[in-house]
Every structure is written in C-alpha cells, then in structure tokens.
C-alpha cells in the first residue's frame, strides 16, 4: 500500500491541462439490455445511459499515447466499478515535457504517485513532479480526484458522466469498424460558451459499439496534439 500522505485540491488542479491518448476503450461484457447505441430524442448520444452500461459490465482496459507540443509518453489504465478499483498510469504533459504520474483506486482511497524529483525542471507542474525530500506517493479520496476532473480523460464512465453533466451534444456523424467492432461515431466542436473534456479542445469524439452500446474509442483534439 503507498504511503498516506494527503493531497489537497490545489495541488490536482494544474492536471487538467494534461493531453492524452486514449486507444479503444473496450468494455468487459454486455451488462444486460438490448446493447444498442442508446440516444436522446434530439438524436445525439446518451451519455448518461452508455455510463450506466458500462458501469455495470466487467472490468475495462485503456491503451494508448499522448502527444502534445512534441512531448509523448503512453497511457495504460484498468479500471473494475463494482468493485471499484482501478490503476491509471498517463503522463502530465508541460512546457514541451511528459511527467509520468500513476493513480490508483481502492474503493474511497486514491492514491497519486509523481514523477521523481529528478524529472523535474523550472515550470513544472506541482502535481507533476515529487518535491526533493517528500515522498512521490500522495493519499487522498477517489472523490477529491472525481471532482477536480484529473481523471476523466482516462476513464469512459467519467468522461460520459461530465458529458451527461455538461449536457455536451455528442451528434452522430458516421459509422466506422474499430478494432473489429462495428460502431457509431459521435462528434461535438468547441465554440464560445461550449467547453470540451479538457482545456484547449477544438474538438471530442466518440466511437459506440452498434451491438454492445459501449465505448470503443475516444478522441479529443487539439491545434497541437489529441487524445485517441
């Protein structure tokens, strides 16, 4: 168990500028119902219907790379909701630089381990990088993380909770084969008063499975990298 030494929210904050990739976000099994892409009346995606799917399938795994202003570094994530437990390792993305942290969950307890001092540079992100003499292991509550956004790039229940939240218009714009699995592709662009998962974004799509009526991919783009 990492050590517990509390984070506070000032802390987490500067994470919400991080820039990743996300590879097909995959569920577990169905979790009962038809498994068809659920819509609102307006047409466009049901996020908080596809959360609740997902939550109530098995556990998922995240794969991919983030990029951004020629700084890159891979994204691995395993997330279980019931029970809730989960590793996320991604990158904090600055001035051109990749600082590596990893989360994980049991149940209320988070813990945040940053990168060693050793990375660490003038402009560093606080929450990037273990201060010298401190531990790189930080506790905290899965509801502090929630709350302040770090995490809802790399976790679809939470991306599509925001989404719900936010009432973002996910509209349908084609159909395309991801990983071998026909799905649905939903789009939605920034524009003044319209903000997007992350801060930057010019644009957040969505792959849904037609059979499953889970995620099968994410993208969020920006002028200088993406998260896919």
Sequence with gaps: MPPRRRFVARQVVVALVVVCTLGACSGGRDGGGTGRVALTEAGTLDAAATAKRLRAGGPIGLAGQASRAGASAPVRARISYRPARAV???????????????????????????????????????????????????????????GLGILVPYDPVLLLEWTSRTELPLRKVGAEVVRGEPSLRFRVTARPGRFLPMAGATVFEMWVSSGRGVPTRVRIGFDDGEVR
């Design 88 to 146: 996320y390792r991604f990158p904090i993305l600055a001035g051109g630089r990749a600082y590596r942290v990893q989360v994980r969950r049991i149940g209320d307890d988070a813990w945040l381990r940053r990168a060693p001092a050793s990375a660490g540079r003038a402009g560093a992100p606080v929450v990037a990088v273990t201060p010298r003499g401190q531990r790189r292991w930080l506790a905290g509550t899965a509801a502090q993380l929630q």
